[in-house]
Structures are given as C-alpha cells and as structure tokens.
C-alpha cells in the first residue's frame, strides 16, 4: 500500500505524460491517501504546457472537484488550501460550482476566525458559489466584520452588496469605517444610500478628492448645494483628476457639461481630460439623452439653461464680492467662480473682511464654500476662535460646526 501510494504521488507530480498525472492525481483523490493530493505543489502540476506559458488542465480539476465534493470531510480539508496561486485557486471555484450551499456554510463558519488574508480567499469563494450569498440572513454578521477592515475586500464586498441592492443595509457600519477608495464611493452612489451624515461627509471630502463625486452625483435627488460645492472645487489641481475619475467609472450626469467647459477654458492637462470625456461616444450619448429629457419635461427649461451656466450668463467671482459689498447676497454661481478663482494672501483677506467687519450676509453663502475648498482658509478661522474680539471669536465658533467642512483637527481620509 505505501509503495503504491509513494508510486502515485510520484506519477501526479513527475509524470511527462498529462494523461498519466491525471490518472495518478485522479486515483489518489479517490484512494485513502487522498489528503496527499492536496499539496499546492502536486496541484500545480495538473497543467499543461503552450508557448512556455504553464495552464491549468481544467478538466483534472473539474473531475477532482467532483471527487472532493463527494464528502464533507474532502470539502473541509480543500478549503485549508492557501488559494493563494492559480491552480489551487481553480481547484476551489470548481469545487464551489460543484457543491454551492455546503461551501456558503462552511466559508461563513471559517471567515469568522480566519487571519485577514485567508478571508479574501474565503470571501471570493463564497462569491464563486452564490453571488447573492450578500442577501443572506446569516451573512450578515460576517459582512459587518468584513466591512471593517479597507482592503480589496472590502471593496468587492461593497460592489457586490450594491449590485444585490444590500449596501444600505449597513449605513451603520459605513458611517464609522467610511469609504476611502474610488470603487467604494461608486458602489455607494449606485446603489443609492441615502444617509445625511455620509452625503455631508462626502460634500466635505469633495474638494479634496475625487471619490465623493463618484458617491454624489449618482444620487437622486442630488443632495442640496452639491451643484455649486462641485464648480467651485474645479480647480486646475482637482479638476483633471475628478474627469479622469468620470471617464474610469463610466459616470454620466449633466454636471459634467459645465466641468469639462471649465477644463477646456484651462486649457493643458485639463483640457486633455476634458476632450478624452467628450470623445467617449458612450458617455455623450448618456450626458445628451439626459438633456434631451430635460427639454420634454414641463418647468425644466430653466434648469437645463442653468447647465449650461458658464455660457449663458458669464457668471462672475467679482459680482459676487460686489454684491456681497452691498449687502447683498450673492448669486451661488458666482460665488462658486470666486471660491474656485481665489489664491493666497486675498484667501486671508476675505476671511478677515467677512468675520471682522463682519459682513453677515457672506458668512454663509461665501465663508462656508471658501473653507470647504481651501484648507487655508478652514485654518484660518480655526485660529480666529482664539480671536481677542469676542463678535469674530463667536462667528468662528460658529462656523467651525459645519459639518460639510474638513476643519483642521479632522484628518483626511
């Protein structure tokens, strides 16, 4: 017995011939030596050979996963493979195919104690065996711990909870571990999760990075203001990376008409950018069938002019400050055209002028965008609550509560 074991070990391995390592693996799997033919080495050696590229010989995978899936004992001792190399990895998706639910019951119970890494594996196994395991009731413990942890995990589990419509049911877990990548922002945005606290997270994140604008604008309604949190951040610095971020993720709003305008207007790197969104056919075609429904919709005319505001009207960062000057309040586009325009020392300048003249009627409606978009301007007025005079004391301590604001004590994420 043991010669004969030792025999077939070394014809699996060392055999030149595919059919004889088949043969030989195939046997030991149904022998009760099976255990030595769950090595990552013996595995990895069930390929074959085209143009010095090594492929996995998928039908002695197929057969083996038929041999494992015929006991629970096999079924247990496959998933201690690492599942970390290729064939070891085809040999666990085809067992995953031949026996679904004995896989999701078993994944769940060992992803719970599992070390980070093998949870990916874990993870993408469960996947492999029902792609709607996100909507089970007993998933739900395993999805909360997984949720917690950013890593390519988590952002497929966020991918395939938003395609299950499952995302919004844990708001609470997103809340305190938020999204930090690209993909996890999108799958946000599709599948709709509507929560304050996110949305004004997001709107204070978005001046800085581009992932919010993936969350935002796939919202519907768009949360209130987005429209000029979005014209003012378009910056020469943020404007390029926010299309780039579009085109990637396949995102189509008409918002989008004014940036890539903007991005022409600034020419260079931006004005690339903004020629690579226009000339995606698929997405013009989006962007236009979106306005075309606009025009056929009763009372819409207004707001479809409005998308195209920088033509229309020429909106303007100095009639904003004109306005603002004479008590006024200014017209949101143009105040969303000064924040974008504003620099250097006329930052500080603005923030002294609105908090110590004071003028109430800027507080508002241009402090508010000014620190959203320019960290100086946010630092600013944190330093001003320590201010000897108690009126600009008091109007930084107010403005350091708005939640849409990445005030200097918070970290960006």
């Given at each position: ?10 014809r ?29 080495e013996l ?14 010989d ?50 769940l ?29 007993e ?29 919004s ?51 519907d ?79 819409q ?44 020392e ?5 923030v002294?002028?609105i908090?110590?003249?004071p003028r ?11 620190c ?9 007025v ?32």
């Amino acid at each position: 017995m043991e010669l004969d074991l030792t025999e077939q070990l070394r014809r699996a391995k060392d055999a030149p011939d595919r059919k004889d390592r088949r043969e030989a693996f195939l046997g030991l799997l149904a022998s009760e030596g099976w255990r030595e033919a769950l090595s990552p080495e013996l595995i990895a050696r069930q390929s074959f050979r085209v143009r010095d590229t090594d492929y996995p010989d998928l039908r002695t995978i197929a057969d083996a996963a038929a041999l494992l899936a015929s006991s629970e004992e096999k079924v247990q001792a496959a998933l201690e493979l690492p599942g970390t190399d290729r064939y070891s990895n085809e040999l666990l998706g085809a067992l995953a195919r031949q026996t679904p639910e004995l896989i999701v019951e078993l994944c769940l119970a060992h992803v719970r104690t599992a070390e980070r890494q093998r949870v990916l594996v874990l993870q993408r196994l469960l996947h492999e065996a029902d792609a709607r395991w996100v909507e089970r009731p007993e998933a739900k413990r395993v999805i909360r711990k997984l949720l917690r942890v950013a890593d390519d995990g988590r952002v497929e589990l966020m991918q395939w909870l938003a395609e299950a419509g499952a995302l919004s049911r844990f708001v609470d877990e997103l809340k305190v571990h938020p999204p930090l990548l690209l993909d996890e922002w999108s799958a946000m945005g599709r599948a709709q999760v509507r929560d304050a606290e996110l949305e004004l997270r997001a709107l204070a994140l978005l001046p800085h990075t581009h992932g919010p604008l993936l969350y935002l604008m796939r919202l519907d309604p768009l949360p209130e203001g987005l429209e000029e949190r979005v014209l003012a951040a378009a910056r020469p610095d943020w404007l390029p990376g926010a299309l780039e971020a579009a085109v990637v993720d396949g995102l189509a709003h008409p918002l989008l008409v004014p940036l890539a305008e903007l991005a022409v207007r600034q020419g260079g790197r931006s004005m690339a950018v903004a020629v690579a969104w226009i000339g995606s056919s698929k997405m013009a075609k989006e962007v236009l069938g979106q306005l075309g429904g606009e025009l056929e919709r009763d009372g819409q005319r207004v707001r479809l002019s409005d998308t195209f505001w920088i033509r229309r009207s020429g909106v303007s960062g100095d009639r904003a400050l004109e306005r603002g000057r004479r008590g006024q309040v200014p017209d949101p586009l143009d105040v969303a055209a000064l924040v974008r325009q504003m620099r250097g020392e006329r930052i500080s300048e603005l923030v002294h002028e609105i908090l110590g003249t004071p003028r109430l009627n800027m507080f508002e409606t241009v402090l508010r965008p000014l620190c959203a978009v320019h960290p100086e301007a946010a630092e600013l007025v944190a330093a001003m609550c320590a201010s000897p005079e108690s009126d600009v004391a008091r109007l930084a301590h107010e403005a350091v509560q708005w939640p849409d604001v990445v005030w200097p004590e918070v970290e960006l994420e």
